[in-house]
């Protein structure tokens, strides 16, 4: 039986070659700074991991330096990527890597998977980009072209995982495959538009030049809540801004704030600012509170040494008052 991805192949991985986007973690093979890509990029678009990715390394050189850190700093240095549960991961699986591995970022897939916050395919990217291996890629994307390829549209991971496999045993190139897959269906293979005219596999695809727009999903969608929350601001001219640590499970885990109060209701003004998450609707109201605060936490002359939520800097923002106490 012909394997439909040989004859893609050569022209894919041309294309690869001659368009490829020029992004830093391009240039390397080494695994922690192929890692640390993967993780910043599983959620968060290219163009706000660029500066963060080159800043990460500033501030942890190596995996020692990375596991030997406080989290504080962890989630200080993930600021703005959002889903900071990514950063505890990442964290975890540096104090695993030198608990268990010697400090050396293991080979094997297995040890691989094992890390904290890894799945098949990210271990996959790892394993291709560092060591060659013939471990396929299956994000958004890849499954998403895979699916045109092959004009399924409701195929399973299970079969998403045996095309892709198969796929990359034709490549002869894992590595570049892998890349090529991911750059097609970023760039040309996209959601809402498959641009086939310039697609390099187009005389292969069999979904090639059928107007393609991918169907919304049938998969009920979890509804966003709205939360109605009181920051109360408590500052003092000479010591700052008093900020509490969140708790370590829930929204904004671990990352500082303003003491924050849930409204039972809805106010009858405006809220200062509204922070949308996955699924809730954050309507933040400031409180300026002249007496002492009675809740834990410390005073804070220097907001940038802490690790604050996106939807705080943006409230801040837009709370002159702060100004003046402060420097962000
Ligand atoms: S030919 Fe069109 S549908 Fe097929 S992979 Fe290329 S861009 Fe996607």
Not at 16 to 28: A, G, K, S
């Amino acid at each position: 039986m012909t394997n439909l991805f040989s004859a893609p192949c050569k022209p894919l991985l041309q294309w690869y070659q001659t368009d490829l986007r020029d992004l830093p973690w391009r240039h390397t093979s080494e695994p922690y700074r192929i890692w640390v890509s993967e993780i910043m990029l599983q959620q968060t678009q290219v163009k706000t991991v660029l500066p963060r990715y080159q800043q990460w390394f500033q501030t942890f050189p190596n995996i020692q330096q990375l596991a030997t850190a406080p989290l504080d700093n962890v989630l200080k240095a993930w600021e703005g990527l959002g889903y900071y549960r990514r950063a505890r991961f990442i964290h975890a699986a540096a104090q695993q890597i030198i608990d268990k591995h010697n400090g050396i970022f293991p080979e094997q897939f297995e040890d691989i998977l094992n890390l904290p916050g890894i799945g098949k395919s990210t271990a996959g990217a790892i394993t291709s980009f560092c060591f060659d291996m013939n471990t396929p890629v299956l994000d958004g994307n890849v499954k998403r072209v895979l699916k045109r390829w092959h004009k399924q549209p409701e195929a399973s991971d299970k079969q998403l995982w045996h095309f892709a496999q198969t796929a990359i045993d034709a490549s002869q190139n894992p590595a570049m495959w892998n890349q090529a897959m991911m750059e097609l269906g970023a760039t040309l293979c996209q959601a809402r538009s498959a641009k086939c005219e310039t697609c390099p596999v187009s005389k292969h695809c069999k979904s090639a030049f059928s107007n393609i727009e991918e169907q919304p999903s049938n998969k009920k969608k979890a509804p966003v809540k709205d939360v109605f929350w009181q920051i109360n601001l408590h500052t003092h001219p000479n010591k700052g801004l008093w900020l509490q640590q969140r708790p370590e499970k829930g929204i904004w885990a671990g990352l500082w704030t303003p003491p924050i109060i849930e409204l039972p209701q809805k106010p009858e003004y405006s809220p200062c600012h509204i922070h949308l998450l996955t699924h809730r609707r954050l309507h933040l109201y400031t409180k300026e509170i002249a007496t002492k605060p009675t809740t834990e936490g410390i005073w804070v002359k220097q907001l940038s040494e802490f690790a604050l939520p996106t939807g705080i800097h943006h409230l801040f923002e837009k709370q002159s008052i702060l100004d003046t106490a402060i420097s962000k």
